[in-house]
């Protein structure tokens, strides 16, 4: 089956880390850029990073820049989100989603894994 | 990295047509044909509805076509059914080689 599933949400106080993961199967993980997403509780989509085919090249929402890496390792089809200083307005679903060329086709989502951040 | 702006909402009854519209900057929907365009029905995720302006995915029904002019996209819905009430969210390619989302527009079916 063709899909994407997220992984390593969690409670984590304000000024904390996590680690988020994205496990991809069915599909040539390594012909996709891929994407993070999120969505505050009751909110609308936000996009927050992207990563090249070959992990290369990599863009940041400004509301997240200095505080998380995205890479990916295509050896385990799997693609990553390292949050830093965790904030409040960091609380949301986070989902990933694969792009085939870069500029927005994202024909494929996971459910998202929640971060709540919070003390 | 400022949203783009939709409606936040529209309405409409069965067997009607709506057009939710989406309106960003000459560095982000004007500048370039990559506008999507996704719908998502509670507690679910995304889906991808329209690519590249005015493309349907395979599976996608043809009942919902896009369209831009200028710095404005728009989404057409035609025929609605119950089924289409939902939250639809257009993104774009930037120049800052990003993605950026609109805020978002539910839609009710009458």
């Known amino acids: 089956e063709v899909q994407v599933v997220e992984s390593g949400g969690g409670l984590v106080q304000p000024g904390g880390s996590l680690r988020l993961s994205c496990a991809a199967s069915g599909f040539t993980f390594s012909n996709y850029w891929m994407h993070w997403v999120r969505q505050a509780p009751g909110e609308g989509l936000m996009w927050v990073s992207r990563?090249?085919?070959?992990?290369?090249?990599?863009r940041y929402a400004d509301s997240v820049k200095g505080r998380f890496t995205i890479s990916r390792d295509n050896a385990k089809n799997t693609l990553y989100l390292q949050i830093n200083s965790l904030r409040a307005e960091d609380t949301a679903v986070y989902h990933c989603a694969r792009d085939r060329w870069g500029f927005g086709f994202l024909d494929l989502w996971g459910r998202g894994t929640l971060v709540t951040a919070s003390a | 990295q400022s949203a783009l702006t939709q409606p936040a909402s529209v309405s409409g009854s069965p067997r009607q047509s709506i057009t939710i519209s989406c309106t960003g900057t000459t560095s982000d929907i004007g500048g370039y044909n990559y506008v999507s365009w996704f719908q998502q029905h509670p507690g679910k995720a995304p889906k991808l509805m329209i690519y590249?302006?005015?493309n349907r995915p395979s599976g996608v029904s043809d009942r919902f076509s896009g369209s831009k002019s200028g710095n404005t996209a728009s989404l057409t819905i035609s025929g609605l059914q119950a089924e289409d009430e939902a939250d639809y969210y257009c993104?774009?390619?930037?120049?800052?080689?990003?993605?950026?989302f609109g805020g978002g527009t539910k839609l009710t079916v009458l």
């Open positions: 590249d302006v005015s």
């Open positions: 993104s774009s390619y930037t120049s800052s080689n990003t993605l950026v």
């Open positions: 990563i090249s085919s070959d992990g290369t090249n990599s």
